[in-house]
């Protein structure tokens, strides 16, 4: 299908959202051109109104690349006959939680930043909200980068975050160990060339070659800086919300909500490349 597709800016910041398309059918490649000049634009895409069942999700997801497969959740798929989709929610059914991260709030961070490659887009479509909590936060890192001080700028210049692997977004313990990995701080975008600050999550992230009181202090300062409400747009959810992020350029976080409200989430992500 060929839409005329209208891209609607979100905030000064970030985010933009595109109108006029039904991601249920599949896009003309023209379509789908636009959309990705949205997203290297804006970042963030937000699509209202979706009706999207995990067979369209990853269809659209595979415009984008190549999916990344989620991990086993205690022990098993999250959904059958869909390894690329996870669940993130709070949902019990049968006294057995249906996906991740509960109810808690999730801080700020970008997805999966403790591997090798992490990805390069992550796609959350909503199926069920809270009437209030659960919001969404994005932050930009190019302009975050761009305003650096300079004297930030070169206290981290050609330095890497050793990214802890150990903790999920909400705190909790990861089930499955992998090894950390080493990042630059400043990477760049492999599709827009432009520089980006790369955290990956504060939690016992250090920077590799400082001892820990300079490494501490430097990541507060760097945090505080990329965490600025300038920076940032916060998305209150809509059942039918489909949000398309580039995890390169991009923070991430999530309000809590009260845990007697059902949210639930269906996440593909795009595979990305090494950081550099
Ligand atoms: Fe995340």
Partial sequence: MHYPIEVAQLSPAIGAEIRGVDLAREVDDACLGRIRQAWRDHLVLLFRGQRLDDAALVRFT???????????FQGRRFVENFPEVMIISNVKADGREIGSLGNAEAFWHSDLNFVEQPPAGSFLYAYEVPPVGGDTGFANM??????????????????????DARF?????????????????????????GRL??????????????????????????LWAHATEARFTWHHQWRAGDL??????????RRDSFDESHRRVMH??????????
């Avoid at 980068?145 to 990214?163: C, D, F, K, N, V």
């Avoid at 016992?204 to 300079?214: H, K, M, Q, S």
């Fill in 62 to 72: 595979s415009r984008f690349g190549a999916l990344e497969i989620a991990p086993l």
């Fill in 142 to 163: 190019y302009a975050a980068y761009e305003t650096l001080p300079e004297a930030l700028r070169a206290r981290i210049a050609g330095r890497r975050i050793q990214h």
């Fill in 168 to 192: 999920n977004s909400a705190g909790y313990l990861r089930e499955v160990q992998v090894p950390d990995a080493l990042h630059p701080i400043v990477r760049t975008h492999p599709e827009t």
């Fill in 196 to 221: 980006a600050l790369y955290l990956g999550r504060r939690a016992n992230a250090t920077i590799e070659g400082l001892p820990a009181d300079d490494s501490e202090p430097l990541l507060d300062a």
């Fill in 243 to 252: 949000i398309a992020w580039d995890n390169r350029c991009t923070l991430h």
């Fill in 267 to 276: 996440r593909t992500q795009s595979c990305g490349t090494r950081p550099n």
